[in-house]
């Protein structure tokens, strides 16, 4: 099963990625008090620093009549933000940062009953691919030396990422699938705890987005061996793709905005105005180019259109992993 980005927009309309901004009244809805701003994972991730950058451009424009206050809920791969979210007392100012995990979660975890389509649209700001790293000093320069390495440690061979569940691990999960291959998988907070200890060799490789290792990788600490996207990344074009190995397999995280189930129809307006005037600024699309994010805008229609086809894309991508 691939989860690539032609099928995130599957049955999306082509113009998506070039939509105007909206445009029309003020919305009848203006923020009173400091909007929750939980982020789906922990601190130094790639949704954390997404979250507080988008925060940051909202400040320095002053887009926002009371700020964006970011809150880290990690745990339960997710399930702490989903549960916070779905019993906010204040729904109108209560907003999510996404990964795939709002998707995989509620999956894997069905006794939370989180129903994911009654949260309320907000804003896909793009998605985000991984990519295989492991620290310069191993030694290894390719894909086919690492699973050498892999095999021949026999499961002691360790990895770390964001915990089971969680995106890198079915990244993972997927490669001990098909290469017939064991990993001993280390569950941190988030990913830039998996970059820095990677970066200090406390573990051997890691499935990490761009964004996660970037500081590391221009350190010279880590190397990236193999992308899980459609084609080459703009800023690693020497790293081959799985599908170059002859694997139609590719892997991105989305990096989406949702508010509250109950938020009401002018508060969502609000936010939706918002959230397209951040993706339209230089320092967002900017941000995207530089760490390799690729852009995509859906309307709160098709943000639901979305939902519905990445659920049955990880229900069929966990079949095929027999979870």
Request: without cysteine.
């Amino acid at each position: 099963m691939s989860l690539t980005k032609r099928t995130f927009m599957t049955t999306l309309a082509a113009s998506a990625l070039a939509m105007t901004g909206f445009s029309g009244p003020a919305q009848a809805f203006e923020p009173t008090k400091p909007i929750d701003f939980v982020i789906m994972a922990g601190a130094g991730g790639g949704a954390d620093q997404i979250a507080r950058f988008i925060q940051s451009v909202a400040e320095k424009k002053d887009l926002t009549t009371r700020p964006l206050v970011p809150n880290n809920k990690g745990g339960g791969s997710g399930a702490e933000a989903l549960i916070a979210l779905k019993g906010a007392s204040d729904p109108d100012h209560t907003i999510l940062v996404t990964l795939n995990s709002f998707f995989a979660t509620p999956l894997r975890q069905p006794n939370l009953g989180i129903d994911i389509q009654t949260f309320t649209p907000v804003a896909m700001m793009g998605v985000d691919p991984f990519v295989l790293w492991v620290h310069k000093d191993s030694g290894i320069t390719t894909f086919e030396q690492w699973l050498e390495t892999v095999k021949g440690m026999d499961g002691e061979y360790v990895m770390g990422g964001t915990g089971k569940g969680q995106e890198d691990s079915t990244v993972v999960a997927w490669m001990e699938g098909t290469f017939d291959i064991k990993i001993k998988y280390i569950p941190y907070d988030g990913g830039g705890a998996v970059a820095k200890d990677l970066a200090g060799q406390q573990i051997m490789a890691s499935v990490n987005n761009p964004a996660e290792a970037k500081g590391f990788y221009e350190s010279g600490d880590v190397v990236p061996l193999i992308a899980f996207s459609d084609e080459r990344l703009a800023a690693y074009q020497d790293v081959r793709t799985v599908k170059e190995l002859g694997h139609d397999f590719s892997y991105y995280n989305q990096r989406a905005v949702v508010g509250a189930p109950g938020m009401s129809d002018d508060a969502a307006a609000y936010y939706q105005d918002l959230f397209k005037t951040v993706y339209d600024t230089e320092e967002w699309q900017g941000y995207m180019a530089s760490e390799s994010l690729s852009p995509l805008w859906l309307d709160a229609d098709q943000q639901r259109e979305y939902w519905s086809t990445q659920v049955q894309n990880h229900k069929d991508l966990f079949a095929a992993m027999g979870e």
